[in-house]
């Protein structure tokens, strides 16, 4: 039996960058949403800050489901 380290080692390497980012985006989706609530109680328009916070956590659903996609296909 042969082990490719190479391979193994993009796998973590892609596996590890995408946890990543997945964190962060839903760490800024849910940073998004309470500046909403900031914003509403200051009195001003929470528009950019909820739609920077669904877009943040839409890009989490597509990359999930683009993975699930990978691993179906």
Known sequence: M????????????VSLVVTV???GL???GIV????????TAAG???ALATTAAY???AACTA???FGIYLIMA
């Open 55 to 57: 877009a943040c956590f």
């Open 32 to 39: 998004g949403l309470s500046k909403r609530e900031a914003a």
């Open 21 to 23: 980012a997945l964190v």
């Open 2 to 13: 042969h082990i490719d380290w190479a391979a193994l080692g993009s796998v973590f390497g």
């Open 26 to 28: 839903f760490t800024l």
């Open 44 to 46: 001003t328009s929470p």
């Open 63 to 65: 990359a999930v489901g």
